[in-house]
């Protein structure tokens, strides 16, 4: 019997209007999926289906599980959420983890039973957390039980949620276990039903859901998964981007479960636990920021790159200077990649062999991408703009304002100035809003950036504006030093004169603050609004 799809149309009646939608072109990208479908099934069930539940699917501290006994796992959570937690279909769950086998069981368990995972940042606290719980109205959390203690503050701040289920301490361990738990018929669904609300960091502000179709999870496996990353059944997936960041989800489950390859989800996957992870796992294909690739460098030198042989970079800009490094020392040219919670994930890249150093890439077959002005009218190479691009995936905001900003006649525009050269690849200029005019010049933040970090005694910098009454803004640098390096006047002189060298010497930081940390969102990004604050509001104190 055919089980009915959405009950609950939360989801569908918060969609923007349809005219606000993007040009959704599906078609168009060589794809086509059945009217009726749920990806729980094209990710796992197939392949036990398929005859191959024997292979490994996800791995983990003390955890190694076969596809087919993934399967079980997510049947059994399936069946708990519908007899236990009376969950219906169209229902948005909250997941908070750190990445782990059972996270993945318990994320396409939800799918599975026809329900809508919103997941959260392992670090958020409870105001942070509150923040999705009552935009996307969730009534049900399942919380990894170390994580308690904000989850349980965050109940207080969001009437809407009404029950939290913990696992890892044997709540939900325990309704799993029940006799006849093992099997569970999928929920029918479409595939324009919402499954996921992916929230973004917040690198602009408030942080916005993005709402995504069953279709949308298997677009971004089809396009980029499948021509331009080109992995393996034989790899296995590694890297450090939270599941709750689109990154992480399509980078280390989603890629690897539409071929039938392997996840490695370690809890501790900073860079100092990163490369130690890829030999103990053999891992093959590795996903994170350029951050990460930078801090690797010493000891990929000293241990060596154990099995790797894809390295992806997204998140941020990726600098020159790190891509030649980190081919000089293992050999391989990193893959950077440009992606978007709205768009789900990369849509600008290019295959090794085809890239060229400092730029982000081409476009993802199957997407399409162009240079705008400041009235959305194409502009020629060479010349920089706003970046908007179309495909198979785009924006859908849950009920929010700001769709018709990220959205102009149907094309999806990024807050990205790049450049596109005559050969079709694209060159990252700043973030719209990073772009520094100073004397009449455009300068590029992150271009200051990537020079500063090119220099010796720099672990990390942000660049932005800052109020000047004589050129309107300056090049101002907010850097954090290695260890043992003293911050004086014969550093900060010794900085400018590097990048004088480097770049356009009119592009040189004017005033550099040295400062003990950047901040962040919780996926790892520089906030450049907050810096861009911190200067501003200095300049007030000082006319004061």
């Known amino acids: 019997m055919i089980r009915p799809g959405h009950v609950d149309s939360f989801c569908r009646d918060n969609l923007p209007p349809i005219e606000q939608w993007p040009d959704l072109r599906v078609a168009e990208a060589g794809l086509s999926y059945p009217d009726r479908m749920n990806v729980a099934h094209d990710f796992i069930d197939r392949h036990v289906a398929e005859g191959r539940g024997n292979a490994m699917a996800v791995m983990g501290e003390g955890m190694e599980w076969t596809y087919a006994e993934l399967a079980e796992r997510v049947n059994r959570v399936a069946n708990a959420l519908v007899r236990d937690l009376a969950i219906q279909p169209g229902h948005r769950i909250m997941l908070r983890s750190p990445n782990n086998p059972m996270m993945v069981a318990i994320y396409f368990a939800i799918i599975k039973a026809g329900g809508v995972v919103v997941a959260t940042m392992p670090l958020l606290r409870a105001k942070e957390i509150a923040y999705p719980l009552n935009k996307a109205q969730i009534s049900l959390a399942i919380c990894d039980h170390r994580m308690i203690e904000d989850m349980s503050a965050a109940a207080a701040l969001a009437p809407c949620l009404q029950k939290i289920v913990t696992f890892g301490g044997g709540e939900l361990e325990a309704l799993m276990q029940q006799e006849g738990y093992g099997e569970f018929t999928t929920i ?26 069953h279709r949308d999870l298997l677009a971004i496996c089809d396009t980029f998964g499948a021509r331009t990353l080109c992995a393996t059944q034989a790899d296995r997936f590694i890297g450090s981007p939270p599941l709750a960041f689109t990154f992480g989800l399509g980078g280390l489950v989603l890629f690897p479960f539409r071929i039938g390859a392997s996840a490695v989800l370690i ?53 020159k200077a790190t891509f030649l490094a980190w081919q000089e020392k293992t050999g391989i040219a990193l893959l950077d990649g440009l992606g978007a919670t709205e768009m789900l994930h990369i849509f600008i890249a290019s295959p090794a062999g085809a890239n060229k150093p400092g730029a982000t890439g081409q476009v993802v077959p199957g997407y399409e991408a162009k240079i705008i002005d400041e009235n959305g009218m194409d502009v020629p190479d060479g010349t920089p703009g706003k970046l908007a691009m179309r495909g ?70 942000g660049v932005v504006g800052a109020p000047d009454p004589e050129r309107g803004m300056i090049v101002k640098a907010y850097v954090v030093l290695k260890s043992g390096v003293i911050p004086d006047a014969h550093l900060t002189k010794a900085l400018q004169d590097h990048v004088k060298a480097d770049i356009a010497p009119y592009k040189y930081p004017r005033e550099i603050a040295y400062v003990e940390a950047l901040p962040k969102t919780r996926t790892g990004k520089l906030q450049r609004f907050e810096l861009r604050r911190m200067a501003a509001e200095r300049d007030a104190n000082a006319a004061n």
């Open 267 to 319: 809890e501790r996957a900073g860079p100092v636990d990163l490369l130690p992870a890829i030999h103990k796992y053999g891992a093959t294909v590795c996903f994170t920021a350029p951050t990460a690739y930078r801090a690797m460098l010493d000891e990929v030198g000293r241990i060596g790159k154990g099995k790797l042989r894809i390295c992806v970079s997204a998140g941020e800009t990726l600098p």
């Open 392 to 461: 198979p995936t785009g924006c859908r905001y849950i009920a929010d304002e700001r769709q018709t900003k990220y959205v102009m006649n149907g094309w999806n525009v990024s807050g990205d100035t790049y450049v596109r050269d005559a050969d079709g690849f694209f060159w990252y200029q700043a973030r719209s809003d990073d772009m520094i005019v100073s004397s009449g010049y455009n300068i590029a933040g992150p271009e200051v950036e990537a020079s500063l970090l090119t220099h010796p005694a720099i672990a990390e910098c």
């Open 188 to 213: 029918d669904t479409a595939q324009d039903d919402v499954c996921l609300i992916a929230f973004t960091s917040g690198t602009t502000g408030e942080p916005k859901g993005t709402m995504h179709f």
